[in-house]
T-cell receptor, first 109, second 114 residues
Framework: GIQVEQSPPDLILQEGANSTLRCNFS?????LQWFHQNPWGQLINLFY???GTKQNGRLSATTVATERYSLLYISSSQTTDSGVYFC???????????FGKGTHLIIQP | DTGVSQNPRHKITKRGQNVTFRCDPI?????LYWYRQTLGQGPEFLTY????????KSRLLSDRFSAERPKGSFSTLEIQRTEQGDSAMYLC????????????FGPGTRLTVL
């Protein structure tokens, strides 16, 4: 099946800093989503982005489908941005999402 | 749009008991998914319904697991003869095939098997 690798696994930043999270995938995809999992376990949709670039406030994402990677940018980080960020893809005939192991982001005040 | 809901939110059971979880998807969504997440890992796909038809099952879904979506609305996931290794967060998601297949997740049911 399709493989998803996220980097870095852990990231500690000061409030106000910018960050870039990367997601590499091993095959062509027809669905790619970025999620933020809060401390209570809820997965919050950030972007549906199988290709192209999108922006939503301080967050933006870019997927280069031909090179099989996606990037999530967080600008002017706030402590509430802390949590685990997951990239998940769907492709190769599968119906379910395949998740990466996530990036654990800690924003310190 | 009230979002995806799951019940119960927490379940503690003894090894060998049967448990059942319920998922209510977003009302207009025809697709429903079950995932399992263990500590420190990303969610893993278990099974998928389009309307009432179960179209895909992961090899993770052993014979002790069964899922139904009888009228194409809510779904149940039953685990028979629970084992300690079944302890995990069970997540449900739903989507509509149009305009995009964006999956929206519920809050999950955390299962602890003693």
């Amino acid at each position: 099946g399709i493989q998803v690798e996220q980097s870095p696994p852990d990231l500690i930043l000061q409030e106000g800093a910018n960050s870039t999270l990367r997601c590499n995938f091993s095959d062509s995809v027809n669905n790619l989503q970025w999620f933020h999992q809060n401390p209570w376990g809820q997965l919050i949709n950030l972007f549906y982005i199988p290709s192209g670039t999108k922006q939503n406030g301080r967050l933006s994402a870019t997927t280069v489908a031909t090179e099989r990677y996606s990037l999530l940018y967080i600008s002017s980080s706030q402590t509430t941005d802390s949590g685990v960020y997951f990239c998940a893809v769907q492709g190769g005939g599968a119906d379910g999402l395949t998740f990466g192991k996530g990036t654990h982001l800690i924003i310190q005040p | 749009d009230t979002g995806v809901s799951q019940n119960p939110r927490h379940k503690i059971t003894k090894r060998g008991q049967n448990v059942t979880f319920r998922c209510d998807p977003i009302s207009e969504h025809n697709r429903l998914y079950w995932y399992r997440q263990t500590l420190g890992q990303g969610p893993e796909f278990l099974t998928y319904f389009q309307n009432e038809a179960q179209l895909e099952k992961s090899r993770l879904l052993s014979d002790r697991f069964s899922a139904e979506r009888p009228k194409g609305s809510f779904s149940t996931l039953e685990i028979q003869r629970t084992e300690q290794g079944d302890s995990a967060m069970y997540l449900c998601a739903s989507s509509s095939s149009t305009p995009t297949d964006t999956q929206y997740f519920g809050p999950g049911t955390r299962l602890t098997v003693l």
